[in-house]
């Protein structure tokens, strides 16, 4: 094992997706080792081995986890950088409830039960490009446009001008119209590259923790751009 990953199996290979899918990361980090940032790696190799083996055991709530604490220190961030004399906690909970309830468990729920569903070579292993190329493309041409952008929307105006639904739905579409186009378009140049390297190479367990680890900027766009109260 690397950083708790198998790296060889008793099942056949072809049956095997751990295997198959960490491969390319386990060569990655092998080469880091013996490189000379090696020995520096070794302080750390031990915890996130413990971690990437307790994410494996327990993937919906490693997701969920990941997801609320991201957002938490995302906005935590942006609002230390901003003009403020303390930090919103409401704004800190819409993120965090954001961060936990859809970007780590709707979006584990998705890309790790109803893409490998559609798909199942996703569940398979054999990671064809074809099912890469189709994974990626509902991603960032439905899922994130036309569910997680409304989600985002909404939870933003329950958590700063709650009221009665209708009013609070009008004015979560009204957003989610104006920040569209702008949205949409830095998604799709954000996770365009890396939801097609993480279909292709991340093991299940770890798709939602290093899809929210690369959406580290995203998070940081969202909340400067979204943030601020009306």
Known sequence: RIL????TCAKPRARCPDVRRSRSL???WRGVRKSAWGRHFGVVEMPLSHLNAWASRRPALAAVAAGGAKYIVCDVAVQLTEDTKSLDLQRVGAFATFGSAYAGGAQ???????????????????????????ATSFDVFLHMPLLYLPVFYSVR???YRPGPPGTVMTN??????????????????????????????SPAHLRVP???TAGLLWTA??????????
């Open 221 to 230: 766009i969202l909340s400067a751009r979204h943030g601020q109260r009306s």
């Open 157 to 159: 105006e329950i958590a």
């Open 172 to 201: 979560a579409v009204q957003e989610y119209k104006k920040g569209f186009w702008s949205d949409a378009s830095t998604s799709l140049t954000i996770f365009g590259p890396v939801q097609l390297l993480n279909f292709g190479l």
């Open 210 to 212: 290093v899809l929210l």
């Open 4 to 7: 708790g990953i198998p790296t």
């Open 108 to 134: 584990y729920f998705i890309l790790n039960r109803f893409l490998p569903w559609c798909l199942p070579l996703l569940s398979r292993g054999r990671h064809s490009p074809q099912a890469v190329l189709l």
């Open 26 to 28: 386990c060569g990655v």
